[in-house]
């Protein structure tokens, strides 16, 4: 039986290669602690969903393949050219999974954990070529072949998606990443493995056959198709917004600055809850604008049902005068700038002029 990849990977990341890893990354290094224990087990659940489409398997193998044996050596060393290894990991990862599938899982972990994508994708791009080198050492230590690799990854698919923090594997299953990936199979491929030069020859043809006639038929298909779309969204209900906002403002024109659609919340759902005591890169920390002014302090963080955080409360009272005031915002507007300072597109006028955010009993500390 292999030997657990979770734990064969978790024991090469050491506090050293996590100070490489949260330099090359530009996160602070308990921030990347959490950004890799999430990483880590996201990737290897895309790589499993991979391999469980027809050529996958074979894709998988031939990267692994690829990769420099010596990669596990000294894994702090090997990380000393990190920019380039970083580019190198991205490349291959877009290669095998897709440029569409790859921005999504990275969007997404990056939202989970709360950071940026850049930095996010670059710390992917660094671990994805020790996961690589370290499924290598598994599959020749079992003497396995690209299909026995395949089952390897997908007998610890339970394992892997146990790994990751809870309502993480929760969000990549809602995110339709697994679909993405699977979408990239053509009806071809889905039939048989591609391993002919023939088959290589009449993809080819029928590509080329589909181009010429997209290229005179399309307007016979596009035009109607548009028309029913429209006509589908105008009929069809709308989803509506349920978190309550400031209705001092009209509903075309909702509070903003001029530079921000943010609006404030001046409630929230019964079901978003405090992070009460857990670690958070933000609680307690300074908030900012773009201009460099200080607008308050964030006192809390509220979480939805999926254990995704949804809003920040920030206390402003001290900074704009006005006494002990809380406000709210949705945390997706929660940025950090060049100098990793926490900001939000809003002026100190917006501030005060924006309404009070009432706590629910459920979400207070």
Do not use: C
């Not at 460099?292 to 302090?297: A, K, S, V």
């Not at 005031?325 to 006028?349: G, N």
Request: net charge neutral; glycine share 10%; aromatic share 6%.
């Amino acid at each position: 039986m292999a030997n657990s990849i979770i734990s064969s990977i978790s024991g090469l990341l050491t506090p050293e290669v996590i100070g490489k890893l949260a330099a090359a990354s530009g996160l602070d290094r308990s921030v990347t602690q959490s950004a890799v224990g999430a990483s880590v087990p996201s990737i290897l659940s895309a790589l499993t969903g991979l391999v469980s489409q027809p050529g996958g398997a074979r894709q998988v193998a031939n990267a692994v393949a690829q990769q420099p044996g010596d990669i596990l050596g000294n894994l702090a060393s090997s990380l000393t050219g990190a920019a380039m290894t970083g580019d190198r990991g991205t490349t291959l990862l877009s290669s095998l999974l897709g440029s569409g599938p790859l921005a999504l899982l990275t969007s997404t972990v990056s939202r989970f954990v709360g950071v940026g994508e850049r930095p996010m994708r670059t710390l992917m791009g660094l671990l994805t070529p020790v996961i690589m080198a370290v499924l290598g050492r598994e599959q020749r230590a079992a003497g396995l072949d690209a299909s026995g690799l395949a089952r390897m990854l997908m007998g610890q698919k339970d394992e892997t998606r146990a790994a990751m923090p809870a309502g993480l594997s929760q969000l990549l299953e809602t995110s339709g990443l697994h679909e993405d990936i699977a979408s990239r199979a053509a009806p071809e491929r889905r039939q048989y493995e591609p391993t002919s030069t023939a088959y290589y020859a009449a993809a080819r043809q029928q590509a080329r056959g589909e181009t010429n006639w997209w290229r005179t038929n399309w307007p016979y298909w596009v035009v109607p198709l548009l028309a029913l779309a429209g006509l589908l969204w105008y009929l069809l209900p709308r989803e509506r917004e349920t978190v309550a906002v400031d209705t001092s403002k009209t509903a075309t024109e909702p509070m903003q600055d001029a530079q921000t659609k943010s609006a404030f919340l001046s409630s929230a759902p019964d079901n978003w809850v405090s992070i009460g005591s857990a670690p958070n890169e933000y609680v307690n920390k300074e908030i900012y604008n773009r201009a460099g002014q200080r607008l308050g302090t964030i006192k809390d963080v509220l979480v939805g049902p999926d254990g995704k955080m949804t809003a920040v409360i920030i206390n402003v009272g001290q900074y704009l005068g006005l006494g002990d005031k809380e406000m709210a915002v949705p945390f997706f507007t929660v940025q950090r700038d060049s100098s990793q300072r926490i900001v939000i597109d809003v002026t100190k006028d917006t501030l005060q002029a924006a309404p009070a955010f009432v706590r629910h009993p459920s979400s207070k500390q």
